[in-house]
Nanobody, 123 residues
């Protein structure tokens, strides 16, 4: 079993930055593909970004490309999401997730989920 705990959310002004962290315990973190998802009020949860177990491959939603950067530190069992140039439409609860599945990280099922951290972007 894997436990995921997110941190780093908060309130920020338009154009600001935040770095989300997700720390894992339990099963070997370095074997997992890790992803970030978000869910805004009244909307379905959507894929934001993912990173392969080695960190060698990264994936982004169109809305995140060029503004967000995913990274991981397997020695610290932690995955990060650096978010820059934030917009009001980035407001959502952000979830960290991990999977042992292979395939397109945008479409595969994720086995493990964190509890979420709120990100609010306002003027």
């Amino acid at each position: 079993q894997v436990q995921l705990v997110e941190s780093g959310g908060g309130s920020v002004q338009i154009g600001g930055s935040l770095r989300l962290s997700c720390t894992a315990s339990g099963r070997t973190f370095s074997s997992l593909t890790m992803g970030w998802f978000r869910q805004a009020p009244g909307k379905e949860r959507e894929f934001v970004s993912a990173i392969s177990w080695s960190g060698g491959s990264t994936y982004y939603a169109d809305s995140a490309e060029g503004r967000f950067t995913i990274s991981r530190d397997n020695a610290k069992n932690t995955v990060y999401l650096q978010m820059n140039s934030l917009k009001p439409e980035d407001t959502a609860v952000y979830y960290c997730a991990g999977t042992v599945q292979v395939g397109n990280p945008r479409r595969i099922a994720y086995n493990y989920w964190g509890q979420g951290t709120q990100v609010t972007v306002s003027s």
